[in-house]
């Protein structure tokens, strides 16, 4: 399997998280060519600012591997990282991150800083952008439409009444 | 109460967390004069990266107040935050941080970055810093002292066998 294929499994999450109301993100975490977790934004549903995508594979990972450090792991997801998500990165010591597309408001990978490359930190991150990046980027588009749609509806029902 | 008191009870999880054999970091997180949630570092116990105080304090958090935004919440927490733990705190639009002791080697509040007050985020969080500094930055001093100590008295042990 190649990144685009590993991708792909990470936006599989991201519908999981766009059927659910969250915003539509997703990711997983492979080791020796192995996915060893899966997950996708649960930010609302459980009502915890930390639940994003990466934040639960990397928790997910280190059951899976029994101990905190990710150093041989992959960690593939559709949206880039905020610094949240950047610094657990840096905090797994994960080697690798692929994303799919840019997060130009509060990405930490490269968009507004990039934590993963800093030369104040102790650990570097080689990086990967832009894979499958037009269905990434067009799963966040489709959501955020949808939303505002629905509250457009929301407030024409609510203007009605 | 003031910063002190809060931050001394930030200080007694710090304290359960050496008990643990954790790196000695306590946090809780106040709202409306009350402590809501109170954590420590649980990393190697949960072999869990993302197990920082300031993560799992500001999750219980959020779990009292059944929502995700700790907007008029002011976190208390011994050292200095990780870029992980800043990105947690944007997460939840904390209003108010503050520390014990800075962290030079990775801290993201101040020493290596400042992702709470940078202007391409669109959160600002106020900072207080040295709060109980000497308390707070003696536990981790005694504890990594105490743990170099160990690793001689095990290499000795296992060279005299």
Known sequence: MQDIDYMQEALKQAKVAYLMGEVPVGAVVVKDGRIISKAHNMKESLADPTAHAEMIAIKKASEALKGWRLSDCTLYVTMEPCSMCAGAILQSRMRRLVFGTKDEKAGACGSKVNLLQHDLFN??????????????????????????????????FIAER
Chains 1, 2 share one sequence.
């Open 123 to 156: 650990h570097n991150v080689e990086i990967v952008d832009g894979v499958l990046e037009s269905e990434c980027s067009g799963i966040l588009v489709g959501f955020f439409k949808l939303l505002r749609e629905s509250k457009c509806v929301e407030n024409k």
